[in-house]
């Protein structure tokens, strides 16, 4: 019981990754077909994030842009992720999207608050998160199957044996 718990749990946990990653991706070649409108950039910035063992620097850009009479807000500058911990290459990117900056914001035509600035590259990342998930769910699915024909096997059995007993 406690197996097959475990293993619906990682099926489900690989689903959700998959997922994730798919999304990601498919928003990332999407978004080049999408919808422009000009957007604002009202604030950039380099955050430096500290863990146990290294210093990371993520770019924070937040930009503004207005569709159909709605304003929307967002900090999405691609799908593929801009997060490479390098200080010299988050700072190359806050500079081009310096506060002041006009850019052209792609949105989602579906629901506009889902927009990013630069198009198409999902980002290794992205690949990554998907296909573990799918091979988390895959082996978890497996097992799951060979746990279900086992038990069927062996209550076979055990009514065989008791017909013939």
Not at 79 to 91: K, M, R, S
Request: glycine residues 14%; charged residues 20%.
């Amino acid at each position: 019981m406690m197996k097959g718990l475990m293993m619906g749990l990682m099926l489900l946990f690989g689903a959700m990754l998959a997922y994730g990653g798919g999304r990601l991706l498919y928003r990332a070649h999407a978004s080049e077909q999408w919808p422009t409108t000009e957007g604002t950039v009202v604030s950039s910035s380099v955050q430096t994030m500290h863990d146990r063992r290294n210093t990371r620097f993520h770019p924070e850009v937040r930009y503004e842009y207005s569709v159909g009479g709605s304003h929307y807000t967002s900090d999405t500058v691609s799908f593929g992720g801009n997060d490479t911990g390098a200080l010299p290459d988050a700072q190359r990117l806050t500079r081009r999207y310096a506060s002041g900056t006009k850019m052209a914001v792609h949105y989602a035509p579906d629901d506009p608050a889902i927009a990013c600035v630069e198009c198409g590259g999902a980002g290794v990342s992205s690949y990554v998160v998907m296909f573990g998930g799918l091979a988390v769910a895959g082996i978890a699915g497996t097992s799951m199957v060979d746990m279900v024909s086992s038990d069927v096997r062996e209550r076979r059995r055990n009514k065989g044996k008791r017909l013939v007993g």
